[in-house]
T-cell receptor, first 111, second 113 residues
Framework: KAGVTQTPRYLIKTRGQQVTLSCSPISGHRSVSWYQQTPGQGLQFLFEYFSETQRNKGNFPGRFSGRQFSNSRSEMNVSTLELGDSALYLC??????????FGPGTRLTVT | AQSVTQPDIHITVSEGASLELRCNYSYGATPYLFWYVQSPGQGLQLLLKYFSGDTLVQGIKGFEAEFKRSQSSFNLRKPSVHWSDAAEYFCAVGYDSNYQLIWGAGTKLIIKP
């Protein structure tokens, strides 16, 4: 079974731009969670989607949004990028209420 | 509020020595418990999990963890570490009442040659 894939792996953007990151979960997994990881803040939960519905949301500003498609693939979008948005963005998929399987992450650098 | 504590930010262990990484959780309900490992710049890999049953669970790469309900702990152990075990280790806890995992801050393991 293929693992969780995330594209792109690396991204460099300028302040004020927007970015879209993509995540393809393991086949059969309907839950997709997104995390932001930075050296100072650790692993912070952004949101979780299950069957195309946002089921849970972390404490991030509205500039961070996401969606999930009928094939369970998910995207997250960050608008009006700030320097502080530079981070490793991790996607994880799971069967409901079970262990999460992580993708390799997207390294976003905002300049 | 539910929380997970990994009290050690860094741990340094000599290669070949034994290892124990600590994890404590705050909520009283029966949890689901996980340990993940992350190599630099990579995603997280599941080492082991506890849902129910035997409180001593075996994982990949020679790791094991023991759930102690009385101490609200789920410590990770390995009898003999290898240089390739150098990484960051995360403990996570889930509950039936909460769809989301609660994560510890991580412990960075450094291996001395």
């Amino acid at each position: 079974k293929a693992g969780v894939t995330q594209t792109p792996r690396y991204l460099i953007k300028t302040r004020g731009q927007q970015v879209t990151l993509s995540c393809s979960p393991i086949s059969g997994h309907r839950s997709v969670s997104w995390y932001q990881q930075t050296p100072g803040q650790g692993l912070q939960f952004l949101f979780e989607y299950f069957s195309e519905t946002q089921r849970n949301k972390g404490n991030f500003p509205g500039r961070f949004s996401g969606r999930q498609f009928s094939n369970s693939r998910s995207e997250m979008n960050v608008s009006t990028l700030e320097l502080g948005d530079s981070a490793l963005y991790l996607c994880a998929s799971s069967l409901d209420r079970a262990e999460q399987y992580f993708g390799p992450g997207t390294r976003l650098t905002v300049t | 509020a539910q929380s997970v504590t990994q009290p050690d930010i860094h741990i340094t262990v000599s290669e070949g020595a034994s290892l124990e990484l600590r994890c404590n959780y705050s909520y009283g309900a029966t949890p689901y418990l996980f340990w993940y490992v992350q190599s630099p710049g990579q995603g997280l890999q599941l080492l082991l999990k506890y849902f129910s049953g035997d409180t001593l669970v075996q994982g990949i790469k020679g790791f094991e963890a023991e759930f102690k309900r009385s101490q609200s702990s789920f410590n990770l152990r390995k009898p003999s570490v290898h240089w390739s075990d150098a990484a960051e280790y995360f403990c996570a806890v889930g509950y039936d009442s909460n769809y989301q995992l609660i994560w510890g801050a991580g412990t960075k393991l450094i291996i001395k040659p």
